[in-house]
């Protein structure tokens, strides 16, 4: 249950070796009276994303021992393994990112709505705003995911259950490591400060960083000539 002052007494990670999502954990105020629960590939809440056995076991094993204040999607895929083929790729990142991360908030909704309150935290992605050649298939899995975010958003005011959005753009993780770095990239640190900023907002949406707000603006107008040319440098 949320403590005395208002801070989730039960957090969920989902995504549990996300450097991200750890980095939101460790900005968020501490408490003593804290439990962080890590749902990942191995442990105590083992999990493939993918698998949908797995993600409603998981649902009902979060819940079965009190309420989730706080749950943080933090899961995602770049879909660029050079062993597999591009259709392949494209298949594997609409698993993780979309079908089975959609599917999981929705359990996890389901649950809220029961006990009449909660935030779910879900990890978007700047690569949504516009369709560039070189990671069209991972931004079009962002953007299902965030147009679901946003609709659930409005359909659960007045039930006591939260969503909030992140997103981020090029963060320095695992998952892009040896990637050459583009403007207004963000260490996972400084990524973790914007998520916990997002936590504490009025807003739904929140950027990291903030500027990427005003950027976005900027590549949804932009003639597609000059943009193919920009997003190629």
Known sequence: MLNGFKSPGRIALIG???EIGLAIISHLPQDKSREVILVSRSGEYAMDIT??????RIAHDLFAKGDVDLAIVAVGLLGNDP????ADNLLAAMGVNYLGTVHF???LVERMKVQAHGTILIISSFAQVRPRDDNFGYGSTKAGLDFYARGLASKLKGTGVTI????PGFVQSKMTKGMAL???AITSEEC???????????KLITWA????????????????????????R
């Not at 698998?51 to 409603?56: G, L, P, T």
């Not at 909030?164 to 997103?167: E, N, S, Y």
């Not at 903030?210 to 603006?217: E, Q, R, T």
């Open 16 to 18: 549990g070796e996300s």
């Open 51 to 56: 698998v949908k056995a797995d993600r409603e």
């Open 83 to 86: 062993s597999k083929s591009a």
């Open 105 to 107: 908030v929705e359990l």
């Open 164 to 167: 909030k959005i992140l997103r």
């Open 182 to 184: 583009p403007p207004f």
């Open 192 to 202: 973790g400060r914007y998520g916990a900023q997002a936590l504490r907002s009025k």
């Open 209 to 232: 960083p903030s500027i990427l707000k005003y950027v976005a603006v900027i590549f949804r107008v932009l003639p597609a000539p000059i943009f193919t040319r920009i997003s190629h």
